[in-house]
């Protein structure tokens, strides 16, 4: 199944295009976003490496659905739902990334929202996860808001603690945007 486009109340996410590249790797590289992102911030070139795998593999190989995240035509941010790669979630999590300059604008929301109901109704989902590190208390609050329960907490290898974070297909949405 190819990555479709989706749209939410002010934003497009949709398929990312090569000419993203540069857009992609600032979001990235910024010191603010990546902390909360993977195992942190990284090498220009691994992060690179890692928008060509969207294509030659994540794409090719149909694995999991990725979108760029715009507002106006700007690439603001970046969107996913995929299989957990983490031993703790077993299932389906969301990721979602922002540029500071579009925090507080409750543009995370409505990527949630958008990426919990298309897991349920798309992809026929019974739980959507996020794992999210302890100290990242915006997006703590913002899942919690939009009806994610926590489940427990993972110690990583560097003594940092990731939530668990859990929605059921049943649990209500309120004000969610559906996927269109």
């Not at 031993?87 to 990426?115: K, M, N, R, S």
């Not at 939009?146 to 003594?159: A, K, L, N, Q």
Request: glycine share 12%; proline share 5%.
């Amino acid at each position: 199944m190819t990555t479709p486009t989706l749209h939410t109340g002010r934003l497009l996410l949709k398929p990312y295009t090569p000419a993203d590249e540069d857009g992609f790797v600032a979001l990235f590289q910024d010191a603010q976003v990546s902390r909360w992102m993977g195992d942190g911030p990284c090498a220009e070139s691994e992060d690179r490496a890692l928008f060509g795998r969207i294509f030659s593999k994540v794409y090719a190989q149909e694995l999991f659905d990725v979108w760029a995240v715009r507002q106006g035509g700007r690439l603001v941010g970046h969107a996913e739902i995929k299989p957990s790669p983490s031993p703790d979630v077993d299932g389906h999590e969301i990721v979602y990334a922002l540029a500071p300059a579009a925090w507080g604008q409750g543009f995370g929301t409505e990527i949630a929202q958008t990426l919990t109901s298309y897991g349920f109704d798309v992809l026929g989902l019974t739980e959507v996860h996020a794992t999210v590190d302890a100290e990242n208390a915006a997006s703590l609050a913002l899942l919690g808001r939009i009806g994610f329960r926590h489940v427990r907490d993972t110690v990583e290898d560097d003594g940092s603690t990731t939530r668990v974070l859990t929605r059921s297909a049943g649990a209500g949405n309120a004000g969610a945007d559906q996927p269109r």
